[in-house]
């Protein structure tokens, strides 16, 4: 048994004032019945919730695409640094969203979150070879034998082997990497094993899915449709 109040902010509903608001105005019903009294102790299982008629707590597959700033961890919890998760937006708090993949600290652009375990798996999965695009500031000039070493599949100064990738110069000290494995450092430590350490970093696409002109620290909701796509559905 939990309070209504909480079960509703916990579902995404909305913060607590605006929970409080919600169920001032008649619009939360529970087993049909509307209900002011957000104190009131409510079996989830058991029970139906509704606000403004439609069920609450039934949340679906939900797929964020985040555009992360530089300076935050891809972990869910860390006792140093600042997290992706705090830039999630109330609603998408208590939902058990999971960071697909991760980028490093420094690098910015299209990070995905979901909720759904077997997206999770499936969008990380090396069998999957998931694309990722990639912008670099780096030093130097990407020149035919850099291209040529990355789609042969370059070896990392440690030995180990990369699967092939595509590698675009934009002209002096600007590159695009496309990579479809997701290696610790991958694309710094591709770059540096050509003797072009990146300075800058910004994941720009994962499969189909673009950034386009979402603002740094923004996220946008996948739609039906885009999530449908990235299950192979
Ligand atoms: N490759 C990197 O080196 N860093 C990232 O964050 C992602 C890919």
Do not use: W
């Amino acid at each position: 048994m939990e309070r209504l109040d909480k079960f509703l902010c916990d579902s995404g509903v909305g913060s607590r004032s605006q929970v409080k608001a919600l169920l001032k105005s008649g619009a939360v019903t529970v087993d049909g019945v509307a209900e002011r009294d957000g104190s009131r102790k409510i079996d989830p299982a058991g029970c139906a919730v509704c606000l403004h008629g439609n069920p609450v707590g039934a949340v679906g597959t939900v797929v964020l695409m985040l555009h992360k700033p530089a300076g935050f961890v891809t972990a869910t919890k860390d006792r140093e640094e600042k997290t992706v998760m705090e830039l999630l937006p109330a609603p998408y708090k208590n939902m058990d969203l999971k960071p697909v993949g991760r980028l490093d600290k420094e690098t910015e652009g299209l990070l995905l979150f979901t909720n759904d375990g077997e997206l999770l798996h499936r969008l990380i999965s090396p069998k999957k070879q998931v694309q990722k695009v990639y912008y670099a500031r780096h030093e130097g000039h990407a020149g035919p034998e850099d291209i040529q070493a990355f789609a042969q599949g370059l070896v990392l100064r440690d030995g180990t082997k990369c699967l092939p990738a595509v590698l675009q110069s934009l002209g002096p000290g600007e590159s695009l990497i496309t990579v479809c494995e997701g290696k610790y450092h991958q694309v710094r430590r591709m770059m540096a094993a050509r003797g072009m350490p990146v300075a800058y970093l910004r994941r720009q696409q994962e499969d189909f899915l673009e950034l386009a002109d979402l603002p740094v620290g923004q996220v946008r909701e996948l739609t039906e449709a885009q999530i449908q796509r990235l299950m192979g559905n």
